[in-house]
T-cell receptor
């Protein structure tokens, strides 16, 4: 069974550009969450999606947005990139939203903003 | 809101036992989870506690005290491959979000 797949794995952008990251959950998983990871900050919650609906949103500016498709695949978009957006963006899937335990994470998309 | 505190670094030697503590604050509580992340890798799930007490999975155990808003991860018979970051995470609050701590970097020395 394939794990969570995130693309692209690495990307470099310049300030002001926008970026779209993709996440394919484990087959059968309908919930997708996104996290931003920077050194010393741990994993900061971005969004949680289920059945194409955003269930939860973290404390990020409106430049960060996301969506989920009918096949449970999810994308997140960051517009007007800033240097501080450089981070590892992690996607996690689970069977249902709000599960008590296990999330399955992808390897992440490492974004560098110059 | 929700917040978690855990030590930033812990060092131990091979074969030893190490305990990583986590204290949390949340307005509602549904459970405490632990994840391991090797450098450059994806976080992987280790354990989950919803009720008070100790949960054991091989060399790893996790403990929860809901009255103290406290939990810990216990790693026994440490191996070099256990060198990694360990994150506690709590699901709670009004929106049932899963929030992570800033992580504890465990260095296992020979």
């Amino acid at each position: 069974k394939a794990g969570v797949t995130q693309t692209p794995r690495y990307l470099i952008k310049t300030r002001g550009q926008q970026v779209t990251l993709s996440c394919s959950p484990i087959s059968g998983h309908r919930s997708v969450s996104w996290y931003q990871q920077t050194p010393g900050q741990g994993l900061q919650f971005l969004f949680e999606y289920f059945s194409e609906t955003q269930r939860n949103k973290g404390n990020f500016p409106g430049r960060f947005s996301g969506r989920q498709f009918s096949n449970s695949r999810s994308e997140m978009n960051v517009s007007t990139l800033e240097l501080g957006d450089s981070a590892l963006y992690l996607c996690a899937s689970s069977l249902e939203p709000g599960v008590a335990g296990e999330l399955f994470f992808g390897e992440g998309s490492r974004l560098t903003v110059l | 809101g929700q917040s978690l505190e855990q030590p930033s670094e812990v060092t131990a030697v091979e074969g030893a036992i190490v305990q990583i503590n986590c204290t949390y604050q949340t307005s509602g509580f549904y459970g405490l989870s632990w994840y391991q992340q090797h450098d450059g890798g994806a976080p992987t799930f280790l354990s989950y506690n919803a009720l008070d007490g100790l949960e054991e999975t091989g060399r790893f155990s996790s403990f929860l005290s809901r009255s103290d808003s406290y939990g810990y991860l216990l790693l026994q018979e440490l191996q070099m491959k256990d060198s990694a970051s360990y994150f506690c995470a709590v699901r709670g609050g009004a929106t049932n979000k899963l929030i992570f701590g800033t992580g504890t970097l465990l260095a296992v020395q020979p």
